[in-house]
């Protein structure tokens, strides 16, 4: 028979099993869990904040540039054309930026540079100064269809009264608009991801203080192993806060469903939106398994709610930092930014819902999750075992521990 069975202690896994349905049970028909529902409404300020960051990094996102494909010759003349007159259109003409410098007979196809990840470019100007193409989209190339005939007419030393004709070749759309639509939706993503992981995870440290305050954790410490403890809260709370997510879902969709037309969707992301929701469901729960995990060690080293507050401050401050590195990263795709912020274990899952939302490449989230996973593992462990030190030690046996040092210090005085 089996030594746990006959010594009526469960394993770790049955007993982090049992902690993990009593604590979901109890917080779920709290009425203070009815109140922490309607708390979404108070995060609005943090969301505005954050949007505010957002509308920066957005405005820098659609810098997008004007390309030029001409002979040699005829871009160093609008480029000079452009500097020259520079003051007189005070920042509104795109930046240039050249693209080819074609030999005497080359062509070249603009629709190529548009369709160019690599490049920033809305739209790409080929022919010569005195008869120039400007190939884009039909909004993006009108609007600055003035601007290059100013360009191209003191490129070619003529006057603004001889301004030359600008001829338009539209495209249905260019990867630079592809980019900064869906540069929308990843910090989107990445908004709401940091708002459900900070405002959920905070239960974790009030439960925790709760049962340090009135015993229970040495009760369960008598009862079960600690790491069971541990691993019980901290998955116990994530089932929590999906019930949570669900119920705030459920009244979103809701209040959507009644504006009706009125709603403008988000761009949708590069790997589509059942792929989209998937991977944000799962970056949640890896983001709130690490930083519950840090929460739940630092609550075992606090005694009361003031103490809390001043542990977590770090580890918050931490992760709205990690936040806004991810969400700038978001406009410097490909670069070592970005590649850092995927592989930090605290920022990878910011960074990687904003790569899903720009790159439909799948198999790259399959290497981040198992990342991911890694360090979820390694950081638990590692809350586990300072939880189950700290707790340990402010229970009785610590006590008791404490009071012979001082017997003995009192006797060698």
Request: positive net charge; charged residues 15%.
């Amino acid at each position: 028979m089996n030594t746990e069975i006959r010594s009526g202690r469960l394993s770790t896994l049955q007993a982090a099993y049992v902690v993990a349905r009593r604590d979901f049970v109890a917080i779920l028909f709290s009425r203070s869990f009815l109140f922490f529902l309607l708390g979404p409404l108070f995060t609005m300020a943090i969301g505005t904040m954050a949007g505010g960051l957002g509308h920066r990094v957005q405005a820098e996102a659609r810098h997008s540039e004007l390309g030029i494909a001409m002979r040699s010759d005829d871009v160093d003349r609008m480029l000079s054309g452009l500097v020259a007159l520079e003051p007189v259109l005070a920042g509104r003409m795109p930046e240039m930026v050249v693209i080819k410098r074609l030999s005497p007979g080359e062509t070249f196809d603009p629709k190529i540079a548009l369709q160019d990840k690599s490049l920033n470019v809305a739209a790409v100007l080929t022919g010569t100064p005195e008869s120039p193409t400007l190939t884009g989209l039909e909004a993006r190339a009108e609007a600055w269809r003035g601007m290059v005939a100013l360009v191209a007419a003191q490129a070619a030393g003529k006057g603004p009264s001889a301004l030359p004709d600008v001829a338009i070749s539209t495209v249905n759309s260019s990867k630079v608009d592809d980019r900064q639509n869906r540069t929308l939706t990843a910090q989107m993503g990445q908004i709401v991801l940091l708002l459900l992981t900070m405002l959920l995870a905070g239960m974790v440290l009030s439960n925790l203080v709760e049962e340090k305050g009135n015993k229970i954790i040495e009760v369960l410490a008598a009862a079960i192993p600690m790491d069971a403890v541990f691993f019980g809260k901290l998955f116990a709370m994530l089932a929590v806060s999906f019930v949570g997510i669900c119920v705030w879902a459920t009244a979103g969709g809701a209040i959507l469903a009644l504006a009706g037309s009125a709603f403008t969707p988000p761009p949708a992301p590069a790997v589509g939106w059942p792929a989209f929701l998937a991977l944000g469901v799962a970056y949640f729960s890896i983001g709130y398994l690490l930083i519950g995990a840090v929460f739940l060690a630092i609550g075992s080293m606090a005694a009361t709610v003031r103490d809390v507050q001043t542990l977590s401050l770090p580890a918050t401050l931490l992760e709205v930092l990690v936040f806004f590195v991810a969400s700038y990263a978001v406009t410097r795709p490909g670069s070592l930014l970005e590649k850092m912020a995927m592989v930090f274990p605290f920022s990878s899952p910011y960074a990687m819902l904003a790569h899903a939302a720009q790159d439909e490449t799948l198999w790259v989230h399959a290497v981040a999750i198992a990342w991911q996973l890694v360090w979820v593992a390694v950081l638990v462990r590692l809350g586990a075992m300072l939880f189950k030190t700290r707790v340990m030690q402010s229970g009785p046996a610590g006590r008791e521990k404490k009071r012979w040092w001082q017997r003995k210090a009192a006797a060698t005085a």
